[in-house]
């Protein structure tokens, strides 16, 4: 099959650093993308990961070990900003379909 | 580019109705996706087309539910009739696939409720 699993919801602190996990089925897998949505918005692309290892963007870092069928979103310096959504995202078959997580809803205390 | 550009924006239909879902990739992409999205069910990929052919339909929930895609700046998302449970915002993304370019792009969303 084709599906991921990651966490509902996670809560943090300003200021702190934050990770989501994500694992995913491997049958057909490509690569993980990590998606940000906030309410009422659309799903817009934060990263990939092709190969294992880190890959990292200005505060946001994602992580791919595909021993594990594992990867995660690194979230630093958290800003009330960063409260959204996040998608970890499947690359499948060719590298032409894209199957989304369930999301995790990331709520930021001040 | 003015990005994936979806239409409408909102609509609100009775039970039973036909309801047309319209979406224009980005020019030059080559793959073109439609999703769901429900608090319950999350994100869902319904279809996804490439070079315009539709490669896998199986997240289609019913025969109710066809898409099209005639061209490679067009495509459609159609329910007849439409029922209550179909509410929910229908999103629409295009991308140029390939192993090394993978983001993909998505509309607006259409926010579709059936009463």
């Known amino acids: 099959g084709q599906s991921l699993e990651q966490p509902s919801e996670v809560t943090a602190v300003e200021g702190a650093i934050v990770q989501i996990n994500c694992t995913y089925q491997?049958?057909?897998?490509?690569?993980l993308s990590w998606y940000q949505q906030h309410d009422g918005g659309a799903p817009t692309f934060l990263s990939y990961n092709g190969l294992d290892g880190l890959e990292e963007t200005g505060r946001f870092s994602s992580f791919l070990s595909r021993s594990d069928s594992y990867g995660y979103l690194l979230l630093q310096e958290l800003q009330m900003k960063d409260s959204a959504s996040y998608f970890c995202?499947?690359?499948?078959?060719?590298?032409?379909?894209?199957?989304f997580g369930s999301g995790t809803r990331l709520s930021i205390r001040p | 580019d003015a990005g994936v550009i979806q239409s409408p924006r909102h609509e609100v239909t009775e039970m039973g109705q036909e309801v047309t879902l319209r979406c224009k990739p980005i020019s030059g992409h080559n793959s073109l996706f439609w999703y769901r999205q429900t608090m319950m069910r999350g994100l869902e990929l319904l279809i996804y087309?490439?070079?315009?052919?539709?490669?896998?339909d199986s997240g289609m929930p019913e025969d109710r539910f066809s898409a099209k895609m005639p061209n490679a700046s067009f495509s459609t998302l159609k329910i007849q009739p439409s029922e209550p449970r179909d509410s929910a915002v229908y999103f629409c993304a295009s991308s140029l696939a390939s192993q090394l370019n993978t983001e993909a792009f998505f509309g607006q969303g259409t926010r579709l409720t059936v009463v």
């Open positions: 087309f490439n070079n315009n052919v539709p490669i896998d």
């Open positions: 995202a499947g690359l499948y078959s060719s590298a032409s379909k894209i199957i």
């Open positions: 491997t049958s057909g897998f490509y690569g």
